[in-house]
Protein backbone atom coordinates (compact mmCIF):
# COMPACT_ATOMS: atom_id res chain seq x y z
CA UNK A 1 0.00 0.00 0.00
CA UNK A 2 1.47 2.83 -0.74
CA UNK A 3 -0.23 4.58 2.51
CA UNK A 4 2.34 4.65 5.89
CA UNK A 5 0.14 2.38 8.69
CA UNK A 6 0.66 3.56 12.64
CA UNK A 7 3.37 1.68 14.14
CA UNK A 8 4.34 1.44 17.26
CA UNK A 9 7.52 0.72 17.81
CA UNK A 10 8.03 -1.16 21.09
CA UNK A 11 8.26 -4.78 21.44
CA UNK A 12 5.48 -5.92 23.50
CA UNK A 13 6.33 -8.66 25.86
CA UNK A 14 2.88 -10.58 25.99
CA UNK A 15 4.41 -13.62 28.49
CA UNK A 16 6.29 -11.15 30.45
CA UNK A 17 9.30 -12.01 32.19
CA UNK A 18 10.08 -15.22 31.24
CA UNK A 19 12.82 -16.51 32.85
CA UNK A 20 12.40 -19.43 35.34
CA UNK A 21 15.80 -19.09 37.16
CA UNK A 22 16.95 -17.74 40.60
CA UNK A 23 15.59 -20.92 42.46
CA UNK A 24 18.99 -22.08 43.03
CA UNK A 25 20.46 -18.42 43.78
CA UNK A 26 18.26 -17.81 46.43
CA UNK A 27 17.87 -21.45 48.44
CA UNK A 28 22.26 -22.89 47.47
CA UNK A 29 25.19 -22.19 48.24
CA UNK A 30 27.85 -22.03 45.60
CA UNK A 31 31.79 -23.22 45.90
CA UNK A 32 34.47 -24.02 43.39
CA UNK A 33 35.95 -27.48 43.00
CA UNK A 34 38.79 -28.40 40.63
CA UNK A 35 38.04 -32.23 40.07
CA UNK A 36 36.09 -34.42 37.80
CA UNK A 37 33.92 -35.51 40.43
CA UNK A 38 32.77 -34.42 44.53
CA UNK A 39 31.92 -36.71 47.12
CA UNK A 40 30.74 -35.93 50.51
CA UNK A 41 30.09 -38.54 53.73
CA UNK A 42 25.89 -38.49 55.37
CA UNK A 43 25.81 -40.09 58.83
CA UNK A 44 23.75 -43.00 59.03
CA UNK A 45 21.23 -43.66 61.71
CA UNK A 46 22.46 -43.66 65.30
CA UNK A 47 20.12 -46.89 66.14
CA UNK A 48 19.40 -49.56 64.04
CA UNK A 49 15.51 -51.44 63.38
CA UNK A 50 15.17 -54.51 61.35
CA UNK A 51 11.16 -54.57 60.08
CA UNK A 52 11.43 -58.42 58.40
CA UNK A 53 12.69 -60.63 61.03
CA UNK A 54 11.28 -64.42 61.06
CA UNK A 55 10.85 -66.23 64.36
CA UNK A 56 11.11 -69.97 64.84
CA UNK A 57 10.54 -70.52 68.82
CA UNK A 58 13.05 -67.91 70.46
CA UNK A 59 15.56 -67.89 67.51
CA UNK A 60 15.38 -65.14 65.11
CA UNK A 61 16.86 -64.63 61.53
CA UNK A 62 17.99 -61.39 60.12
CA UNK A 63 21.41 -62.14 57.90
CA UNK A 64 23.83 -59.87 58.83
CA UNK A 65 22.27 -58.29 62.01
CA UNK A 66 24.47 -56.16 64.36
CA UNK A 67 22.48 -57.36 67.43
CA UNK A 68 24.70 -58.25 70.42
CA UNK A 69 24.91 -61.16 73.50
CA UNK A 70 22.68 -59.02 76.28
CA UNK A 71 21.63 -56.74 74.45
CA UNK A 72 17.70 -56.48 75.18
CA UNK A 73 15.16 -56.22 72.27
CA UNK A 74 11.45 -54.91 71.18
CA UNK A 75 9.47 -56.93 69.27
CA UNK A 76 6.47 -56.58 67.31
CA UNK A 77 4.50 -57.95 64.70
CA UNK A 78 1.58 -54.98 64.11
CA UNK A 79 -0.58 -55.88 66.71
CA UNK A 80 1.46 -57.66 69.70
CA UNK A 81 4.31 -56.48 71.49
CA UNK A 82 7.14 -58.22 73.20
CA UNK A 83 10.78 -57.64 75.31
CA UNK A 84 13.63 -59.74 76.34
CA UNK A 85 17.25 -60.47 76.20
CA UNK A 86 19.77 -61.49 73.71
CA UNK A 87 21.27 -64.79 75.14
CA UNK A 88 23.00 -66.38 72.40
CA UNK A 89 23.67 -64.95 68.93
CA UNK A 90 25.73 -65.33 65.78
CA UNK A 91 26.44 -63.72 62.08
CA UNK A 92 22.31 -64.30 60.74
CA UNK A 93 20.91 -65.69 64.11
CA UNK A 94 20.11 -64.42 67.66
CA UNK A 95 18.18 -66.34 70.68
CA UNK A 96 16.13 -64.16 72.80
CA UNK A 97 15.21 -64.85 76.43
CA UNK A 98 11.31 -63.35 76.67
CA UNK A 99 10.60 -61.58 80.53
CA UNK A 100 7.69 -62.93 80.12
CA UNK A 101 6.64 -66.04 81.85
CA UNK A 102 4.18 -66.67 78.31
CA UNK A 103 7.23 -66.26 76.56
CA UNK A 104 6.54 -65.27 72.48
CA UNK A 105 2.86 -66.88 72.56
CA UNK A 106 0.75 -65.19 70.10
CA UNK A 107 3.64 -62.87 68.55
CA UNK A 108 3.83 -63.65 64.88
CA UNK A 109 6.80 -65.54 62.87
CA UNK A 110 7.51 -63.18 59.89
CA UNK A 111 7.93 -59.31 59.18
CA UNK A 112 8.80 -58.94 62.80
CA UNK A 113 9.65 -55.30 63.89
CA UNK A 114 13.20 -55.68 66.02
CA UNK A 115 15.49 -52.97 67.90
CA UNK A 116 17.56 -52.92 70.82
CA UNK A 117 16.72 -50.44 73.45
CA UNK A 118 19.07 -51.66 76.50
CA UNK A 119 21.08 -54.04 77.93
CA UNK A 120 21.11 -55.85 81.22
CA UNK A 121 24.26 -57.93 82.59
CA UNK A 122 24.69 -60.24 85.31
CA UNK A 123 26.57 -59.57 88.59
CA UNK A 124 30.47 -60.52 88.10
CA UNK A 125 30.16 -60.62 84.90
CA UNK A 126 32.37 -59.42 81.67
CA UNK A 127 31.59 -56.74 79.41
CA UNK A 128 29.68 -56.39 76.05
CA UNK A 129 31.18 -58.73 73.43
CA UNK A 130 31.98 -56.48 69.95
CA UNK A 131 31.48 -53.20 69.09
CA UNK A 132 29.44 -50.86 66.40
CA UNK A 133 30.70 -48.99 63.52
CA UNK A 134 29.28 -45.56 62.97
CA UNK A 135 27.03 -46.05 59.45
CA UNK A 136 27.64 -43.73 57.24
CA UNK A 137 26.66 -43.56 52.85
CA UNK A 138 29.36 -42.01 50.83
CA UNK A 139 27.75 -39.86 47.95
CA UNK A 140 29.06 -38.74 44.74
CA UNK A 141 28.05 -36.49 41.69
CA UNK A 142 29.87 -35.34 38.63
CA UNK A 143 29.76 -31.93 37.03
CA UNK A 144 28.39 -31.84 33.36
CA UNK A 145 29.55 -29.22 30.67
CA UNK A 146 27.06 -26.99 29.31
CA UNK A 147 27.24 -24.75 26.04
CA UNK A 148 25.91 -22.58 23.97
CA UNK A 149 26.08 -19.86 21.08
CA UNK A 150 24.52 -16.89 19.46
CA UNK A 151 25.55 -15.96 15.89
CA UNK A 152 24.83 -13.02 13.85
CA UNK A 153 26.21 -11.39 10.50
CA UNK A 154 28.01 -8.92 9.69
CA UNK A 155 25.03 -7.94 7.66
CA UNK A 156 22.38 -8.24 10.19
CA UNK A 157 24.52 -6.71 12.29
CA UNK A 158 23.91 -3.37 10.34
CA UNK A 159 20.45 -4.10 9.21
CA UNK A 160 17.95 -1.44 10.84
CA UNK A 161 14.31 -2.78 11.82
CA UNK A 162 11.35 -0.35 13.09
CA UNK A 163 10.42 -2.71 16.08
CA UNK A 164 12.61 -0.44 19.26
CA UNK A 165 14.04 -3.63 21.56
CA UNK A 166 14.33 -3.61 25.46
CA UNK A 167 18.01 -2.43 25.00
CA UNK A 168 16.73 1.08 23.05
CA UNK A 169 18.04 0.30 19.91
CA UNK A 170 16.51 -0.79 16.64
CA UNK A 171 19.24 -3.69 15.92
CA UNK A 172 17.21 -7.01 15.82
CA UNK A 173 20.21 -8.97 16.82
CA UNK A 174 20.69 -7.04 20.50
CA UNK A 175 16.87 -8.74 21.50
CA UNK A 176 18.00 -11.85 20.00
CA UNK A 177 21.72 -12.41 21.77
CA UNK A 178 20.11 -10.90 25.29
CA UNK A 179 17.71 -14.00 25.09
CA UNK A 180 19.84 -16.61 24.07
CA UNK A 181 21.54 -15.41 27.41
CA UNK A 182 18.28 -15.52 29.32
CA UNK A 183 17.91 -18.86 28.04
CA UNK A 184 21.00 -19.93 28.74
CA UNK A 185 20.54 -18.70 32.32
CA UNK A 186 17.40 -20.68 32.97
CA UNK A 187 18.98 -23.83 31.62
CA UNK A 188 22.08 -23.57 33.83
CA UNK A 189 19.97 -23.78 36.50
CA UNK A 190 17.22 -26.40 35.27
CA UNK A 191 20.01 -28.76 34.39
CA UNK A 192 20.50 -29.15 38.06
CA UNK A 193 17.17 -29.45 39.09
CA UNK A 194 16.25 -32.18 36.09
CA UNK A 195 19.26 -33.48 35.35
CA UNK A 196 19.75 -37.54 35.54
CA UNK A 197 23.11 -39.65 35.85
CA UNK A 198 23.26 -41.74 32.82
CA UNK A 199 22.75 -45.44 34.14
CA UNK A 200 25.48 -48.16 33.40
CA UNK A 201 24.23 -49.82 29.89
CA UNK A 202 22.52 -46.89 28.76
CA UNK A 203 22.20 -45.70 25.12
CA UNK A 204 23.61 -41.95 26.94
CA UNK A 205 26.60 -43.87 28.28
CA UNK A 206 27.02 -45.91 25.25
CA UNK A 207 28.52 -42.78 23.57
CA UNK A 208 30.46 -41.09 26.74
CA UNK A 209 27.63 -38.74 28.23
CA UNK A 210 27.55 -39.47 32.40
CA UNK A 211 24.94 -37.08 32.89
CA UNK A 212 24.55 -35.41 36.95
CA UNK A 213 21.81 -36.21 39.47
CA UNK A 214 19.80 -33.22 39.68
CA UNK A 215 17.77 -31.85 42.64
CA UNK A 216 14.68 -34.29 41.71
CA UNK A 217 16.32 -37.68 41.38
CA UNK A 218 18.28 -36.85 44.24
CA UNK A 219 14.74 -36.58 46.23
CA UNK A 220 13.22 -39.66 44.56
CA UNK A 221 16.53 -41.78 45.11
CA UNK A 222 17.07 -40.62 49.07
CA UNK A 223 14.38 -37.94 50.19
CA UNK A 224 10.53 -38.51 50.26
CA UNK A 225 8.05 -38.40 47.61
CA UNK A 226 4.18 -37.56 48.26
CA UNK A 227 1.77 -38.74 45.57
CA UNK A 228 -0.60 -35.91 44.66
CA UNK A 229 -1.71 -32.54 46.46
CA UNK A 230 -1.51 -31.86 49.89
CA UNK A 231 -5.07 -30.58 50.29
CA UNK A 232 -6.26 -31.44 53.88
CA UNK A 233 -4.75 -31.76 58.04
CA UNK A 234 -4.56 -35.12 57.49
CA UNK A 235 -2.06 -35.39 54.45
CA UNK A 236 -0.50 -32.29 56.50
CA UNK A 237 -0.55 -34.84 59.28
CA UNK A 238 1.38 -37.43 56.98
CA UNK A 239 4.22 -35.40 55.99
CA UNK A 240 4.87 -34.17 59.60
CA UNK A 241 4.92 -37.79 60.43
CA UNK A 242 7.62 -38.43 57.68
CA UNK A 243 9.79 -35.63 58.92
CA UNK A 244 9.54 -36.52 62.63
CA UNK A 245 11.09 -39.80 61.70
CA UNK A 246 14.06 -37.83 59.77
CA UNK A 247 15.79 -34.64 60.92
CA UNK A 248 13.03 -32.87 62.64
CA UNK A 249 13.85 -29.85 60.66
CA UNK A 250 11.48 -26.98 62.20
CA UNK A 251 10.91 -24.46 58.83
CA UNK A 252 10.56 -25.72 55.26
CA UNK A 253 9.46 -23.60 52.26
CA UNK A 254 7.05 -24.84 49.89
CA UNK A 255 7.68 -24.13 46.26
CA UNK A 256 4.54 -25.14 44.94
CA UNK A 257 2.85 -25.10 41.18
CA UNK A 258 -0.57 -23.14 40.96
CA UNK A 259 -2.79 -26.13 41.77
CA UNK A 260 -0.69 -27.22 45.02
CA UNK A 261 -1.09 -23.23 45.86
CA UNK A 262 -5.10 -23.24 45.64
CA UNK A 263 -4.86 -25.89 48.06
CA UNK A 264 -3.13 -24.50 50.34
CA UNK A 265 -5.28 -21.53 50.45
CA UNK A 266 -8.26 -23.34 50.25
CA UNK A 267 -6.87 -25.19 53.39
CA UNK A 268 -6.30 -21.94 55.02
CA UNK A 269 -9.14 -20.47 54.06
CA UNK A 270 -11.09 -23.43 56.59
CA UNK A 271 -8.84 -22.48 59.90
CA UNK A 272 -9.88 -19.20 61.75
CA UNK A 273 -9.07 -16.28 60.49
CA UNK A 274 -5.96 -15.41 62.75
CA UNK A 275 -4.16 -18.94 62.24
CA UNK A 276 -1.35 -17.78 60.52
CA UNK A 277 -0.77 -14.93 62.87
CA UNK A 278 0.11 -17.92 65.73
CA UNK A 279 3.29 -19.13 63.23
CA UNK A 280 7.08 -18.14 64.06
CA UNK A 281 8.71 -16.31 60.94
CA UNK A 282 11.92 -17.04 62.64
CA UNK A 283 13.50 -17.15 58.89
CA UNK A 284 12.64 -13.90 58.02
CA UNK A 285 13.91 -11.95 60.93
CA UNK A 286 10.38 -13.09 62.80
CA UNK A 287 8.49 -10.24 60.67
CA UNK A 288 5.58 -11.32 59.04
CA UNK A 289 5.68 -8.55 56.70
CA UNK A 290 9.30 -9.34 55.27
CA UNK A 291 7.88 -12.88 54.27
CA UNK A 292 4.70 -11.34 52.59
CA UNK A 293 7.14 -9.11 50.89
CA UNK A 294 9.01 -12.32 49.38
CA UNK A 295 5.63 -13.99 48.44
CA UNK A 296 5.79 -16.31 50.91
CA UNK A 297 2.53 -17.17 53.47
CA UNK A 298 2.67 -19.83 56.43
CA UNK A 299 1.24 -22.07 58.69
CA UNK A 300 2.15 -24.32 61.85
CA UNK A 301 1.16 -27.68 62.33
CA UNK A 302 3.01 -29.54 65.51
CA UNK A 303 6.53 -28.03 65.80
CA UNK A 304 7.02 -27.32 61.75
CA UNK A 305 6.28 -23.64 59.72
CA UNK A 306 5.63 -24.50 56.31
CA UNK A 307 5.81 -21.35 54.25
CA UNK A 308 5.12 -21.18 50.12
CA UNK A 309 5.79 -19.56 47.64
CA UNK A 310 4.62 -20.23 44.07
CA UNK A 311 7.53 -21.50 41.66
CA UNK A 312 7.34 -20.43 37.86
CA UNK A 313 9.19 -23.56 36.63
CA UNK A 314 6.61 -25.51 38.00
CA UNK A 315 3.85 -23.12 35.70
CA UNK A 316 5.51 -21.75 32.99
CA UNK A 317 3.72 -23.67 30.00
CA UNK A 318 6.91 -24.40 28.29
CA UNK A 319 8.51 -26.08 30.79
CA UNK A 320 7.07 -28.83 33.28
CA UNK A 321 3.81 -26.99 33.18
CA UNK A 322 3.50 -28.96 30.19
CA UNK A 323 3.99 -32.26 31.84
CA UNK A 324 0.24 -34.16 32.19
CA UNK A 325 -1.11 -34.92 35.73
CA UNK A 326 -0.88 -38.40 34.65
CA UNK A 327 2.93 -38.25 33.48
CA UNK A 328 4.01 -36.98 36.93
CA UNK A 329 3.66 -33.68 36.73
CA UNK A 330 5.85 -32.26 39.93
CA UNK A 331 3.20 -30.45 42.21
CA UNK A 332 6.01 -29.01 44.36
CA UNK A 333 8.95 -29.39 46.72
CA UNK A 334 9.57 -29.01 50.80
CA UNK A 335 13.17 -27.65 51.04
CA UNK A 336 14.22 -27.23 54.89
CA UNK A 337 15.83 -24.14 56.04
CA UNK A 338 18.66 -23.38 58.34
CA UNK A 339 20.60 -26.06 59.66
CA UNK A 340 20.12 -29.53 60.60
CA UNK A 341 18.45 -30.87 63.57
CA UNK A 342 19.36 -33.83 65.49
CA UNK A 343 16.27 -35.38 66.56
CA UNK A 344 16.36 -35.47 70.19
CA UNK A 345 20.22 -34.24 70.91
CA UNK A 346 23.13 -36.26 71.65
CA UNK A 347 23.35 -36.64 74.80
CA UNK A 348 26.64 -35.64 76.31
CA UNK A 349 25.48 -35.43 80.51
CA UNK A 350 23.21 -32.07 80.10
CA UNK A 351 20.96 -33.11 77.35
CA UNK A 352 22.39 -30.80 74.83
CA UNK A 353 22.56 -31.45 70.95
CA UNK A 354 24.33 -30.45 67.77
CA UNK A 355 23.84 -29.13 64.63
CA UNK A 356 25.77 -29.37 61.36
CA UNK A 357 25.56 -26.54 59.26
CA UNK A 358 26.29 -27.94 55.98
CA UNK A 359 24.18 -26.61 53.38
CA UNK A 360 21.89 -28.39 52.20
CA UNK A 361 22.10 -27.25 48.15
CA UNK A 362 25.22 -26.60 47.24
CA UNK A 363 26.02 -25.47 43.46
CA UNK A 364 29.57 -26.06 42.41
CA UNK A 365 31.51 -25.55 39.80
CA UNK A 366 35.16 -26.20 38.16
CA UNK A 367 37.84 -23.56 38.88
CA UNK A 368 41.66 -24.26 38.76
CA UNK A 369 44.56 -21.46 38.78
CA UNK A 370 43.02 -18.59 35.81
CA UNK A 371 40.28 -20.99 34.23
CA UNK A 372 37.13 -20.06 35.97
CA UNK A 373 34.12 -22.44 34.56
CA UNK A 374 31.09 -20.79 36.40
CA UNK A 375 30.13 -18.71 34.03
CA UNK A 376 32.24 -18.60 30.61
CA UNK A 377 31.41 -16.06 27.94
CA UNK A 378 33.61 -14.98 24.92
CA UNK A 379 33.02 -13.30 21.56
CA UNK A 380 34.37 -14.60 18.16
CA UNK A 381 34.42 -13.02 14.25
CA UNK A 382 35.22 -9.60 12.64
CA UNK A 383 32.01 -8.21 13.41
CA UNK A 384 31.39 -5.38 16.39
CA UNK A 385 34.89 -4.31 16.65
CA UNK A 386 36.47 -8.31 17.39
CA UNK A 387 38.48 -9.87 14.78
CA UNK A 388 39.69 -12.84 16.24
CA UNK A 389 39.63 -15.15 12.74
CA UNK A 390 38.56 -14.28 8.99
CA UNK A 391 34.74 -15.16 9.45
CA UNK A 392 32.23 -12.42 8.42
CA UNK A 393 30.21 -13.41 11.80
CA UNK A 394 29.94 -12.19 15.53
CA UNK A 395 29.68 -15.48 17.73
CA UNK A 396 28.98 -14.64 21.54
CA UNK A 397 29.69 -18.69 23.41
CA UNK A 398 28.82 -18.98 26.96
CA UNK A 399 30.47 -22.39 28.67
CA UNK A 400 29.94 -23.56 31.94
CA UNK A 401 30.93 -26.70 33.99
CA UNK A 402 28.93 -26.96 37.16
CA UNK A 403 26.89 -30.23 39.51
CA UNK A 404 24.55 -29.81 42.48
CA UNK A 405 25.19 -31.34 45.81
CA UNK A 406 22.30 -32.17 47.66
CA UNK A 407 23.09 -32.73 51.14
CA UNK A 408 20.34 -34.85 53.14
CA UNK A 409 17.96 -35.65 50.54
CA UNK A 410 15.93 -37.26 53.72
CA UNK A 411 15.39 -34.07 54.46
CA UNK A 412 13.48 -32.76 51.46
CA UNK A 413 10.33 -34.09 49.82
CA UNK A 414 9.04 -34.34 46.09
CA UNK A 415 5.01 -33.87 45.44
CA UNK A 416 3.77 -35.43 42.27
CA UNK A 417 1.00 -36.86 40.04
CA UNK A 418 -2.59 -36.42 40.95
Not at 23 to 45: C, H, N, P
Not at 142 to 160: C, F, H, N, R
Request: charged share 25%.
Amino acid sequence: SQYSPDAHDELAQIYGKQSVSGFLYMLGAESSMASDKSIWTEEGRLHTVYKDVARAGNVFTKAGHVFRVNETVHISDGAATRRGIIIAADADTFEVAPYKSAGFTGLGTTNLTVFVYGSEFRKGTSGMKGSLETDFTVLENKPIILKDMYEVSGSEATQIGWVKTEDGGYLWYLESEKDTRRRWEDRLETSLILGERAEIGSAAEAKGYQGTEGFFEAIKKRGNTFQGLMSDLDDVDTIVKAFDAEGKIQDYMFYVDRDQSLEIDNLLGTLNAGYADGISYGMFDNSKDMAVNLGFKGFSRGTYNFFKTDWKLLNDPTLLGAVATAAGKVRGALIPVGTKEVYEGEYNGSGGGSKISVPFLQSKYRVAGAENRKYKTWVTGTVGGVYTDDEDVMKVNHLSERMLCTTGANNFMLFEGE
